[in-house]
């Protein structure tokens, strides 16, 4: 039974070996590598993505999969199965359908993009980027049309990292989210005085801040055995099995919370990756769904958990006994209005909780607008400076600051961003469906107790990997579509209360 389906499973196995090898490669070079190494690394870890396209989108990849798909009939109705048949196709077409010549000149123009934009952004001119930013719109174009979609050009780069979800389902969402959220932060800002977080700022030894984070994610359930956390220039999570999920983060000396809210957002990444039902390791069902669950989950441990006042109420006193000098005076109240200060800033990788995702949309609709051509690549810096006035009240002062901050759009990175917003909203709809399963939870956090939650992620999301569709596993663990209420009832009940505003 299923024998070409067995062979295909152990061929798409043998070419995730070899990304898995290169992911060590990647993690190797971002943690640990010397600068010189640079040039050989890059041509071991190219050799090896390309051994690994190249098995992928063969005939023989491609008879096997049809093979594998007319014996369909053997399998259950909902199996592992016929859900691994249905990713491997979608992977597959995905993978066949953009010319090599297409994919060859984006990786060439993204790589100088990328060097270009560099040295833009150091010197705080956009137009030596801006014919860059036009070549790299006009070769997603030709990737959108490639790939295909049904109605808006978006969807297309979308379905890459977010697969079902469209423009148009976006569009009514992040509508919403403004109306709730532009009001809240004008409400905020004007009682700006009622949160200090200067105290913050104090100097906390690393060596302290890498034992405290350490002791925090042993205690939420991340597995030093199957795991590791390493320092890296910006934060990432890595695997290569289920396990062998690592994590870094990075210390800053004088804001302590840095490093902490690292390891909680990649633990997170992490549990995801660790959590997979281990027969699906190898597999095309192993590991996220979507860039936008995946960032869910992060998301949840770092601001449902970490910056809850549950949790410190059980950490706040051991952190004031590692920083005695520090803290000892201050109360708990004081410190968990601190880390959830809200302030209009420039920089989208700086901003909290709720200015967070008004970087995102602003970001979503210039994507759109440029693509579409409704918006010119020449009159964009002043489009993104006209919308950071209007969602968050402030200019940049020059483009660096601006338009210029990100690196993804140099790099091709368009139709992504969106994934954070979602994973801030879907977020916190397992976390409302996590209360009702466990109405103990938030004793459970106050007591430092994190078993019942990682279990349930684990059970209802985690063991899933990618076997159901995001609008599907959504739909599975909490009865309805991807609905942003609970989102915005979460954003104003949080930072109202700590603001004392009603927006
Ligand atoms: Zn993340």
Known sequence: MGKS????????????????????????????????????RARQSSILAKLGHEMFVSPVTRDLLAAAEGEKAEFAEDSDELAMLRVARRDF?????????????????????EEVWTKARRDNDYKTFAPWLDRILGLKRQYAKAI????????????????GMTADLLDPLFESLKSVTIPLVAAIVARAGRVDDDFLGQECEERLQEEFGRRVLKECG???????????????CTHFSINDVRITTRYNRTWMTESLFGCLHEMGHAFYE?????????????????????ESQSRLWENLVGRSRVFWEHYYPELQKVFAQQFRRIELEAFYRAINRVTPSLIRTEADEVTYNLHIILR?????????????VADAPAAWNAKMKGYLGIVPPNDADGILQDIHWSGGGIGYFPTYTLGNILGVQWMEKAREALPSL????????????????RKNIHQHGRKYPPGELVRRVTGRPLTIEPYVNYLRKKFGEIYGVTA
Not at 150 to 158: F, G, P, S, T, V
């Open 5 to 40: 389906y067995d062979a295909l499973k152990t061929r798409l196995g043998e070419i995730q070996s070899i990304g898995q090898a290169g992911a060590v490669l990647g993690w190797d070079q971002r943690v640990y590598m010397p600068p010189k190494g640079a040039e050989a």
């Open 222 to 236: 991340y597995d030093f055995a199957r795991g590791r956390l390493d320092r890296a220039a910006h934060p990432f």
């Open 93 to 113: 077409d995905k993978s066949t359908k953009v010319p090599t010549s297409l994919i060859v000149e984006m990786t060439e123009v993204c790589t100088l993009g």
């Open 274 to 294: 660790m959590n997979g039902k281990p027969e699906y390791e190898g597999t095309v069902l192993s590991g996220g769904v979507s860039l936008g669950v995946h």
């Open 148 to 163: 295909g979609y049904q109605k808006r050009m978006y969807d297309a780069l979308l379905d890459d990292f977010e697969e």
């Open 442 to 457: 938030d004793q459970e956090l106050r007591a430092g107790k994190f078993t019942g939650l990682y279990e349930w992620l």
């Open 364 to 376: 979503y609709e210039m994507e759109n607008e440029l693509l579409e051509g409704k918006l010119s």
